[in-house]
């Protein structure tokens, strides 16, 4: 008799481990730019690892593929754009906060409007999705960091 061994679990190329449902990102430089853009798990198998990427579809890597491309985990909103420190965001029911911390399984956000004991809020990706999280403008755009506002003229841009 022989035994049936089969794994659902792998690391991305940095040695963080991947999960169904989390987004990851291509990191290599060669590919880095293309059209792949963000994807995401969508399941593990025998150390296998199926991507879905926007537009070009779903995938299958092993490990000397995810390091190949330098597949790297991310945490993203719910859009699936990467969520990066100081950005602002808001939830589907309208809260609006920002980002002050981006950890490799978590996100915590400091929202405003909200009771005084619970305005700091740390969400992984499970959770980004059900809130609806949403980054509200791209990174590097005015009006999408904290950075990019300022006051000119006693009006807040």
């Known amino acids: 008799m022989g035994a ?3 794994s ?10 991947l999960q169904e449902g989390c987004w990851v ?10 059209a792949q853009g963000y994807g995401r798990v969508q399941y593990i198998l025998d150390d296998r690892v199926t991507f879905k990427w926007g537009l070009l579809g779903s995938y299958t890597y092993d490990e000397k593929d ?7 985990k991310i945490i993203a909103d719910k859009d699936g754009r990467k969520l990066k420190e100081e950005q602002l965001v808001e939830t589907r ?5 920002v980002v002050q911390q981006v950890s490799e399984w978590a996100v915590t956000f400091t929202f ?11 969400y992984q990706q499970a959770d980004i999705d059900n809130y609806g999280i949403r980054i509200m403008g791209l990174a590097g755009t005015l009006g999408s960091s904290v ?11």
Do not use: H, L, M, P
């Open 4 to 6: 049936n061994c089969s």
């Open 66 to 72: 995810i390091r190949y491309y330098g597949i790297r």
């Open 25 to 34: 990102e291509c990191t290599n430089g060669n590919f880095a730019e293309n």
């Open 112 to 122: 405003t409007g909200r009771d005084w004991t619970d305005r700091v809020r740390t």
């Open 93 to 97: 029911d309208g809260a609006q906060g």
């Open 8 to 17: 659902n679990a792998a690391r991305d190329a940095y040695g963080s481990w």
């Open 147 to 157: 950075r990019d506002r300022k006051c000119t003229s006693g009006a807040c841009i």
